[in-house]
């Protein structure tokens, strides 16, 4: 059983990669959960082999099986999903933490030390934004935040320093799309001046996403990262991260995980496995499906005061949005996630109609469920104004970028219409 390129993506993510040496997957139908924080070594030969080619991952081929040593370091669980999910985003490797967040730190504590400087897009998840407001600045690494949905910004916001583009797209929460391909261009336009080791990476977000619906390295970018936890894992019931990138980042990637300690536990990653990867194309079909539907329905209702759905052709966004997020035969892939306010005549206005609406939503509806979080089988509704953000008034919250009327919806596989009848229902109370 080879890995055959004959058949399509969506297949791969049911399969993987067939043939692995992390496992003997020609008599298992599913891979066993793995669970073992240590392995029994031959010889205390095997053990410092063991150590050696853990120095030197990137390095070396993986054709032979791997001498598994402490579930830290590595354990076949992880190992596959690994190869699983490289494969999803047309990476060379993958390593999976436990946990969104570690990944990005993951990521960003390989490419960065004290006195350099990131520059990201100005509207992060939030403790992407804390991590880089409240922490970095300790270990004095700056982060200068612009408005990358116009790719000339960075001309201006990178410097001497800079090693790190990061953004998301579509952005947390309020889905601005950013042009992969064009600040890739800039970019390495700017890197030709600069010699080999002070070359700025660009890093993307590709959560709200997924692989099925856009894949950022297939664009140039270097990294990706994951929040496995959300619509990858797919179900609500484990946390996790990943980053994908070139294999010769691999071994730094492993020896930060190692050494800060940030490992997805096997059995996290197992049913993400088993569950979230082969399902993910039909699951984001029909989400897709769903929130287009629900897209259309809100941007008529006479309440709402705007929608961003990257598959409105209203959207801002839409024209790039068509272009890169893209399913693996090419098809406009917009997503599952929404955001829209309601109408109110002042901004505290619109945000008190928001809070009203999500707590008629927590006590009547059936299939909008509050709750943080996004890429579940259940549809997820929120309203940062008045929730995460809630002790900020509303004028320093548009000065931050921050919609107060904003309200982020994830959709799920439940039937569309179901979901329509439940919106229609509580914006009929408000
Ligand atoms: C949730 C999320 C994260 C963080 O992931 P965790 O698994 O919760 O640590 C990072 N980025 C985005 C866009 C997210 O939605």
Redesign the pocket.
């Known amino acids: 059983m080879a890995n055959n390129d004959k058949y399509s993506r969506e297949t791969h993510l049911i399969y993987g990669k067939a043939f692995t040496t992390k496992w003997d997957y020609n008599h298992h139908v599913v891979p066993p959960i793995s669970s073992s924080t240590t392995f029994r070594l031959d010889s205390v030969e095997r053990g410092a082999l063991g150590f050696s080619e853990f120095e030197h991952i990137g390095e070396l081929p993986d054709t032979e099986p791997p001498i598994y040593i402490y579930d830290r370091l590595g354990e076949p669980n992880k190992e596959i999903l690994e190869e699983n999910l490289a494969a999803a985003e047309s990476g060379e490797t993958a390593v999976t933490f436990a946990?969104?967040?570690?990944?990005?730190s993951g990521v960003l504590g390989i490419l960065t030390q004290s006195g350099d400087e990131i520059v990201s897009h100005k509207t992060l998840?939030g403790?992407?934004f804390s991590l880089l407001t409240n922490w970095y600045p300790r270990y004095n690494i700056k982060t200068v935040k612009v408005d990358l949905t116009n790719p000339d910004n960075l001309y201006d916001a990178v410097t001497e320093k800079t090693k790190v583009v990061y953004f998301?797209t579509p952005a947390?929460p309020n889905l601005e799309i950013i042009d992969i391909e064009e600040v890739v261009k800039r970019v390495r336009e700017i890197n030709k001046n600069r010699d080999e080791k002070n070359q700025i990476l660009t890093v993307v977000?590709n959560?709200?996403a997924t692989p099925y619906c856009q894949r950022p390295i297939e664009w140039g970018v270097d990294f990706v990262?994951?929040?496995?936890?959300?619509n990858i894992g797919g179900f609500g019931t484990d946390?996790?991260?990943v980053v994908i990138g070139k294999r010769k980042y691999r071994d730094m990637l492993m020896l930060y995980r190692k050494d800060f300690g940030g490992v997805l536990s096997s059995k996290s990653a197992w049913p993400i496995m088993v569950y979230g990867l082969p399902s993910l194309a039909i699951r984001m079909q029909r989400e897709i499906e769903n929130a287009m539907k629900i897209a259309e329905f809100l941007s008529q209702h006479p309440k709402v005061q705007f929608v961003n759905y990257p598959g409105l052709p209203s959207y801002r966004f839409y024209e790039v949005a068509k272009k890169q997020m893209i399913d693996f035969h090419g098809k406009f892939a917009p997503g599952n996630m929404i955001y829209f306010a309601l109408k109110g005549n002042t901004h505290e206005e619109g945000r008190e109609k928001g809070r009203a609406l999500m707590n008629y939503i927590a006590q009547n509806a059936y299939t909008l469920t509050l709750a943080v979080?996004?890429g579940h089988v259940r549809t997820l509704i929120e309203h940062p104004g008045s929730m995460t953000h809630s002790m900020i008034p509303a004028e320093e919250q548009i000065k931050e970028g921050i919609d107060p009327a904003g309200i982020r919806m994830s959709i799920g596989l439940e039937n569309g219409d179901d979901i329509i009848r439940d919106l229609e229902e509580a914006l009929s109370h408000i």
């Open positions: 946990t969104g967040m570690s990944a990005i998840y403790c992407t998301e947390n977000d959560t709200f990262v994951h929040s496995l936890t959300k946390m996790g991260g979080s996004l």
